[in-house]
């Protein structure tokens, strides 16, 4: 005979599966975020002082004025594509813990960390004539902050 203090207990799954339901509504929403953010969103030096205490950029000033540069030479569209394909993708990825993941209020931080990807601009992506490590550079750096700003906004 067994003893049940010693019972193993399996737990439930700690989430239900992911619904399509659920990742469509966050993407929309985040879809809106980084759109306003991307097109209309504050280049106010005291919110990119904020980024840059957040994510231990250089002096504010100098990365106002990168982002700034950056708002001219980049297609801003394709920005708000590549990001909004990627919050999809990584809510996708969550699959079955994705509910665990809003419970916990992780979403802002899926997209915030979107910023942290080591990634080229696509084709068409820059409007000047850059060097590419340049052009990498802005690229990566307007799509960081869009991110981390849309992100700050999280509903």
């Given at each position: 005979?067994?003893?049940?203090?010693?019972?193993?207990?399996?737990?439930?799954?700690?989430?239900?599966?992911?619904?399509?339901?659920?990742?469509?509504?966050?993407?929309a929403?985040?879809?809106?975020?980084?759109?306003?953010?991307?097109?209309?969103?504050?280049?106010?030096?005291e919110?990119?002082?904020?980024?840059?205490?957040?994510?231990?950029?250089?002096?504010?000033?100098?990365?106002?004025?990168?982002?700034?540069?950056?708002?001219?030479?980049?297609?801003?569209?394709?920005?708000?594509?590549?990001?909004?394909?990627?919050?999809?993708?990584?809510?996708?990825?969550?699959?079955?813990?994705?509910?665990?993941?809003?419970?916990?209020?992780?979403?802002?931080?899926?997209?915030?960390?979107?910023?942290?990807?080591?990634?080229?601009?696509?084709?068409?992506?820059?409007?000047?004539?850059?060097?590419?490590?340049?052009?990498?550079?802005?690229?990566?750096?307007?799509?960081?902050?869009?991110?981390?700003?849309?992100?700050?906004?999280?509903?």
């Open positions: 005979m067994r003893n049940p203090a010693f019972a193993i207990t399996v737990p439930a799954p700690l989430a239900r599966p992911r619904r399509p339901l659920e990742v469509g509504a966050i993407v929403t985040a879809a809106a975020l980084i759109r306003d953010e991307a097109h209309l969103g504050s280049l106010a030096l919110d990119v002082a904020g980024w840059c205490a957040e994510v231990g950029g250089v002096d504010p000033r100098l990365e106002h004025a990168a982002l700034r540069h950056a708002r001219r030479v980049i297609v801003i569209d394709l920005l708000v594509a590549d990001l909004i394909a990627n919050v999809r993708a990584r809510l996708t990825a969550a699959g079955e813990l994705l509910p665990a993941l809003i419970a916990r209020g992780g979403v802002p931080r899926v997209i915030a960390m979107l910023g942290l990807d080591d990634v080229d601009p696509p084709d068409g992506a820059i409007t000047a004539s850059l060097p590419p490590r340049i052009a990498r550079f802005y690229w990566q750096r307007l799509r960081a902050y869009v991110a981390w700003s849309a992100a700050v906004r999280w509903p």
